[in-house]
């Protein structure tokens, strides 16, 4: 369901291709030259009652489409200058908000390029972004699962959206520092202008009439019409990809000095058959959190997920060219709505979620229900991921297998994820690897149980 709830997003996210950073698996050339200033181009202002595009502005996209972003500096830089002009003359030309949108970004993914030394962006290209659209990319159950993990420090969060993952293996400590000139280049060149993206979409979304044709494009050759649904779907579409970049900046990388290849017997230091979590996590900083930045991620995440079920919602049926409606063509609309909204209300407060779990290579799991509060996870973070970890306890006694022992839990609700911490008690205890959370149509876990 999540790749099909992806879909409704392709016929209008692909207009990001417009910024297309090209190439493929291994990026595209940085473009050469120094940080290009878009303070004075996020300065200009939003749409308030917007109007039909402009021909000369919707020319100007369509060129984009056909060629791709300028791939100088100057140039690039140029452009932007155009498009500042032109919603400077006239703030309710939707092309022309789309436009400075669009070159808004890809001056951000220059900039930041440009930092890194190699594009952050392998692909936001057409193909590239289908590709990425179909592979859950942006899906919720993505996210959602990416949480979980950061906040139980199996993982460490990674950009979506078409980019390069940020994330080190597990077996790679030389990635690591990568990993923090990253999180630098996305706090400090991305984080700004993305939310400039999100905030000038939708305020023509927000703001346009419903059932007015706003633009009228040519995307690979095919007819594309784009109405207020489609400035929702773009809008979503930043709004996650924003999610993301919200999650790789808020959380800190740096492993420090972490012995990467030692058991967690060898982490026993005393020998007394209990693990710390200072014996057996990277030490401070790495975990800690930037909590407004990490509360703001779940607030992306929600309105994208918001943004998706009103481009569904207020698409133009009777036009078939519409960029929705052209992804919607053998989906069922209301199913995907249903969706949306299981997801909004797990994202939105406390829900009781079926739990299903058991060993493979069983063919039947218990299922139980289990309160849960996932808005809790962003809106109520510690300051550090680290303060919410349980010490391990051998079980049995010089085995050299170590279990969370949940009676010393520093906080069992999980900062007020798991109301009631008794309820999964036994789920964690018991060792699962088939561990399936399910709320109406949203799933992740394991794949759906044989029967």
Not at 8 to 33: H, N
Not at 118 to 129: A, H, K, R, S, T
Not at 238 to 263: E, F, H, K
Not at 381 to 391: A, E, G, H, I, T
Request: charged fraction near 20%.
């Amino acid at each position: 369901m999540g790749a099909r709830i992806l879909a409704t997003v392709v016929g209008t996210a692909l207009l990001f291709g417009i910024v297309g950073c090209g190439g493929g698996g291994g990026g595209s050339p940085v473009l050469p030259g120094a940080d290009i200033d878009l303070e004075p181009a996020m300065a200009v202002l939003l749409a308030a009652d917007p109007d039909v595009g402009c021909q000369t502005c919707q020319d100007a996209l369509d060129a984009w489409e056909g060629n791709g972003p300028p791939q100088d500096r100057d140039a690039l830089e140029a452009e932007l200058e155009m498009w500042v002009q032109l919603v400077a003359a006239n703030p309710e030309d939707s092309a022309c908000q789309l436009g400075l949108a669009l070159t808004i970004l890809a001056a951000a993914i220059h900039n930041a390029g440009d930092f890194l030394g190699y594009d952050i962006f392998e692909e936001l290209n057409l193909p590239g972004v289908t590709a990425m659209a179909f592979s859950e990319e942006l899906s919720p159950s993505s996210f959602v699962t990416d949480a979980l993990m950061v906040a139980t420090l199996k993982s460490i969060p990674q950009l979506r959206g078409g980019a390069a993952p940020v994330r080190p293996a597990a077996d790679a400590p030389p990635g690591v520092p990568q990993l923090q000139v990253c999180r630098v280049a996305v706090k400090e060149y991305l984080l700004g202008p993305l939310a400039n993206c999100a905030e000038r979409l939708a305020s023509v979304a927000d703001n346009a009439d419903p059932a007015t044709r706003l633009l009228a494009l040519e995307v690979n050759s095919n007819p594309c019409s784009l109405y207020g649904a489609d400035f929702h779907a773009l809008a979503a579409t930043t709004q996650l990809i924003r999610c993301a970049a919200l999650m790789v900046s808020s959380v800190d990388p740096n492993y420090g000095w972490y012995a990467w290849d030692l058991t967690m017997a060898e982490r026993d230091v005393n020998d007394d058959g209990i693990l710390t979590v200072l014996e057996y996590a990277p030490h401070a900083p790495f975990a800690n959190i930037d909590g407004p930045e990490w509360s703001q991620a779940g607030g992306c995440l929600r309105d994208g997920v918001d943004r998706l079920w009103q481009a569904i919602e207020q698409r133009q049926v009777a036009d078939s060219d519409e960029a929705v409606n052209q992804v919607l063509a053998d989906e069922d609309p209301g199913e995907l709505q249903t969706y949306l909204e299981d997801v909004a209300e797990l994202l939105g407060g406390q829900v009781d979620v079926t739990v299903e779990y058991g060993m493979w290579p069983a063919n039947a799991g218990t299922e139980t229900q289990v309160p849960l509060n996932l808005r809790e996870l962003w809106d109520n973070p510690s300051y550090s991921f680290r303060d919410l970890l349980p010490p391990l306890v051998e079980d049995p006694p010089d085995s050299g297998d170590f279990k969370p022992d949940m009676d010393s839990l520093p906080d069992d609700t999980f900062s007020g994820v798991f109301p009631d911490p008794d309820a999964i008690r036994s789920i964690v205890e018991g060792g699962y690897d088939r561990i399936s959370v399910c709320y109406g149509s949203f799933c992740i876990g394991a794949d759906p149980w044989l029967p």
